[in-house]
């Protein structure tokens, strides 16, 4: 793959759910489940990127958590809605689910054939000793003719910095009410951060470090922080970009509008880190 030496399972979907890591040389931790459930983050449980849980609770968080992908793809003067990976479009397609594993363990990229739209869309969670955490997305034109797509991709349910693992476990909706989500818009930087540190003494308590994503590789009509405009764009409505978000949980969605010929494909990346300061911001 990519002139990459790589396992694969076919069709790794008609298998049971199960649990994997993707190895990092630096202080990065990922643990995922095959149906696309996922916690991550640098060195300890309290600098997550996304929220640290036992097996169980990273497979049912699929679909809320990690990475999130939805299309609509125009065919034969059609308009189609496409989301790979998800359940809900499972039975709508000919889909076929291939998953591949590097030989060294440090990259894994999820494979989604739509043989109806005559599209495929993979992504790959890898790692960056400077950057974070890497997920660079690919989608293909198999078909003979032109498709137009509006997308939506990005990352759901991104951990602000400073809130700890026990913190988030036991009063997870309280701190979800310090969540501040904001965008930087002349660079597309997201900053996730707390709006305060969550303490029961009368003491100023100030959140100095921030999560962050940004995106490379697409054109972004706009740039979502949080999942609330997810149906409006199932709809076919049109999406605002925000700016501001106060307690929500949160995301980095990007949509764009492209054209792919017969034989094209583009890729993308989405980059996340934890802990950062104003300096490295």
């Keep these: 793959l990519e002139n990459q030496p790589f396992y694969q399972i076919a069709h ?3 298998m049971r759910p199960f649990f994997m890591t993707v190895v990092s040389d630096a202080d990065h931790w990922l643990f995922i489940s095959s149906n696309g459930g996922i916690t991550a983050g640098r060195g300890d449980a309290d600098h997550a990127l996304f929220p640290y849980y036992a097996d169980d609770k990273i497979r049912d968080m699929a679909g809320v958590t990690g ?4 299309l609509h793809a125009r065919r034969g003067g059609r308009w189609f809605l496409w989301e790979p990976f ?4 499972r039975d709508v397609y000919r889909l076929q689910r291939n998953l591949y594993k590097s030989l060294w363990g440090n990259q894994l990229v999820f ?3 739509n043989e ?9 969670w890898c790692h960056s000793r400077e950057f974070g955490f890497v997920r660079r997305a690919w989608l293909r034109n198999t078909g003979a003719g032109s498709v137009r797509i509006r997308l939506l991709d990005g990352l759901q349910n991104l951990m602000p910095s400073g809130s700890t693992s026990q913190f988030n476990l036991e009063y997870s909706t309280l701190l979800d009410a310090y969540k501040k989500n904001e965008l930087l818009p002349d660079t597309g930087l997201g900053l996730f951060r707390l709006s305060a540190i969550p303490v029961d003494r009368p003491e100023p308590a100030e959140a100095l470090s921030a999560t962050v994503a940004w995106s490379l590789g697409l054109k972004p009509a706009h740039v979502l922080l949080s999942s ?4 409006r764009f199932r709809r076919g409505q ?18 764009s509008t492209l054209t792919l010929r017969p034989g094209a494909s583009l890729d993308w990346l989405i980059v996340a880190d934890v802990n950062q300061g104003p300096c490295e911001v």
Excluded: N
């Design 228 to 231: 609330t405009q997810l149906d």
């Design 12 to 14: 790794y979907d008609q």
């Design 238 to 255: 049109s999406l605002a970009t925000e700016t501001d978000v106060r307690a929500e949980r949160g995301a980095y969605l990007v949509e």
């Design 111 to 113: 494979e989604e054939v």
């Design 86 to 89: 998800a359940d809900a479009t």
């Design 67 to 70: 990475s999130r992908t939805v």
């Design 116 to 124: 109806d739209l005559k599209l495929t869309f993979r992504y790959a």
